[in-house]
């Protein structure tokens, strides 16, 4: 069983094998998380934007010399830091996410194979 904490301050759990009733329950339970992390990275990715063009309002010298130094900014590369570790977490739940729809899939195929075994006996 792993367990990991998340930045919403809420942890999750993942077996290796879970029973489709979990498998639904984990999902339902953590949607809102998972949204929650999505919202966050775009938001960031858009944020990134309004911060290049905040620090490029306070640089001198040409278009070009103001990217170049708002690029170079230890405020936008905070802000870079902060998105990766948004899309760290986005990705990590939609993979659990993606692994609980799994077991339900092997799930339904094994109760498919038993109710066609059942059938030939």
Do not use: C
């Amino acid at each position: 069983m792993t367990q990991e904490k998340v930045r919403f301050g809420e942890t999750y759990e993942i077996k290796t094998k879970m029973s489709p009733n979990k498998a639904v329950e984990f999902i339902y339970k953590h949607s809102e998380l998972i949204a929650k992390a999505k919202a966050e990275r775009v938001y960031l990715e858009e944020f990134r934007k309004v911060k290049k063009a905040l620090l490029m309002q306070d640089m001198e010298g040409s278009v070009a010399a103001q990217e170049r130094d708002a690029y170079a900014h230890e405020d936008y590369q905070e802000l870079l830091k902060e998105l990766k570790k948004a899309v760290e977490q986005e990705e990590a739940l939609r993979w659990k996410m993606i692994s609980a729809q799994a077991h339900i899939e092997v799930w339904r195929s094994q109760e498919a194979s038993n109710r066609a075994e059942m059938k030939l006996v």
